[in-house]
């Protein structure tokens, strides 16, 4: 008899394959239960209808309504949490699925093994014991409010910003996790190509996703955004996001900042990790630093938080109203030193009036 706290889950995906992959990988886990699937969007949705689930994994390339469309309707009539399942060809359309209130992703297997299967169950059962509780209501205001942000001219949010004094430009370092790529969207998408701040953004994702996601940033900011490669100076207007499954680290070349691409530490879950950015900032003399924790799970960034305050910097945490997941900035509040908590919508403009007053 199934337990009444059970996580309820659809599979929506026309692969057979790809169903069996996944229904052998969630049945195993404790607490949860397949309770159907569907191989195409029109029978995805009469079955979110039917069956109600507590979460649902998507394909979204389907015959009939594809999984966009799906989103749309499912987001609009029965808010979800849902979880893509995406291939590697479809780096571009995460994002476009994650604007559109998906929760997370994880890679779609491409070959029929063993060895493939094990290489997503560990990342398949870590977000769907996460997300499977959300508030899809606080998402859906979450979505809405960071839509209203994001139609403001960037122009707008620096009126009632004074310019500073020349001197050394601030460093901004953007940490996220589950939500994480709307979020950053929404923050970067206010700054105007001039500002007098350096960004740099670990958002944990797969090796392999981060390029569409760097260039996805660059397609609807003003700032340049690049996937970090070893070598990249940090400089005004720029942004360098960490490769997936890499940390970022800095380190100076005379005048410049660098960016340093490099393997994980042993034992590190989360990656791009936030607490090797953050503590490698620290290390730099001389430069403003502006941390910021964005939703996400676990625990990343709260050591980091330390290494900045140390260093005399200034720290910005999302408020739990409008996080996906509340755990890392949860813990980075714990720490006691973070100097802002706020909604999503109000970070921006915190980044503004810190790091240029």
Do not use: W
């Amino acid at each position: 008899m199934m337990s009444v706290s059970a996580i309820r889950i659809l599979v929506v995906d026309d692969s057979a394959y790809n169903r069996r992959t996944i229904t052998r990988i969630l049945e195993e886990i404790p607490g949860v239960v397949v309770v159907g699937y569907a191989v195409n969007g029109e029978e995805g949705l009469r079955k979110v209808a039917d069956l109600k689930p507590d979460l649902i994994t998507l394909d979204l390339e389907m015959p009939r309504i594809d999984g966009f469309t799906f989103l749309r309707i499912v987001m609009q009539k029965q808010p979800t949490p849902i979880i893509v399942v995406s291939s590697r060809s479809g780096d571009e359309n995460v994002f476009k699925a994650l604007e559109l209130g998906a929760i997370d992703f994880v890679p779609k297997p491409t070959s029929r093994s063993d060895d493939q299967l094990f290489n997503i169950r560990d990342d398949l059962v870590r977000k769907v014991l996460f997300c499977a509780r959300t508030d899809m209501g606080k998402i859906v205001q979450r979505n809405a409010s960071s839509n209203k942000v994001q139609s403001r001219s960037p122009a707008a949010a620096m009126q009632s910003v004074q310019r500073p004094a020349l001197g050394a430009a601030g460093l901004v370092l953007i940490g996220a996790s589950t939500g994480g790529p709307p979020a950053v969207q929404s923050i970067l998408t206010l700054f105007k190509s001039d500002v007098p701040l350096m960004f740099a953004v670990s958002q944990h994702m797969p090796a392999g996703f981060t390029r569409a996601f760097a260039d996805r940033l660059n397609k609807f900011c003003e700032l340049e955004v690049l996937e970090a490669s070893t070598g990249d100076k940090l400089l005004p207007g720029r942004v360098l996001v960490a490769p997936g499954g890499h940390n970022l680290t800095f380190r100076r070349r005379g005048g410049d900042i660098l960016a340093q691409v490099v393997e994980p530490g042993a034992g590190q879950i989360y990656l791009p990790s936030v607490d090797a950015m953050f503590a490698s900032a620290a290390e730099l003399p001389g430069v403003p630093l502006i941390g910021v924790v964005l939703t996400g799970m676990g625990n990343d960034g709260a050591e980091g938080v330390r290494h900045i305050k140390r260093r005399g910097g200034q720290l910005i945490a999302e408020a739990e109203d409008s996080c996906v997941v509340f755990g890392m900035p949860k813990e980075a509040i714990a720490t006691g030193l973070v100097d802002s908590v706020l909604p999503l919508h109000g970070i921006g403009t915190e980044i503004l009036r810190r790091g240029l007053a």
